[in-house]
Nanobody, 129 residues
Framework: EVQLVESGGGLVQAGGSLRLSCAASGFSFDDYAILWFRQAPGKEREGVSCISSNAGNTVYRDSVKGRLTISSDNAKNTVYLQMDSLKPEDTAVYYC??????????????????????WGEGTLVTVSS
């Protein structure tokens, strides 16, 4: 059975840090790119970051560059999203997803239009001001 399970969300003050994890089972990271999306209350889901182990590339949406870092541990089939210097506008449910891309595409705004192969259930991040 294929599963993506997010963890690590919580409540943090502005300027603080969290590390989200996305643990995958039932498929190999070698064949998929792993993406993080987020959805704030009343807003549409948006792409945040992507990592491709196959191509060794990462992509970030502009508003998180320099603050969020995506990484993967293929031995653990886990992708991480280190979130530093958090802002209230980062408050959202964060989802990880897997798609059969050989490398992450740079068109972040289009990711939400793509049918992902697998989705996690999400983890809530709340940043207080």
């Amino acid at each position: 059975e294929v599963q993506l399970v997010e963890s690590g969300g919580g409540l943090v003050q502005a300027g603080g840090s969290l590390r989200l994890s996305c643990a995958a089972s039932g498929f190999s990271f070698d064949d998929y790119a792993i993406l993080w999306f987020r959805q704030a209350p009343g807003k549409e889901r948006e792409g945040v970051s992507c990592i491709s182990s196959n191509a060794g590339n990462t992509v970030y949406r502009d508003s998180v560059k320099g603050r969020l870092t995506i990484s993967s541990d293929n031995a653990k089939n886990t992708v991480y999203l280190q979130m530093d210097s958090l802002k209230p506008e980062d408050t959202a449910v964060y989802y990880c997803a897997a798609v059969g891309w050989l490398r992450c595409t740079p068109w972040v705004a289009k990711w939400a239009e793509v049918d992902m192969d697998y989705w996690g259930e999400g983890t809530l991040v709340t940043v207080s001001s």
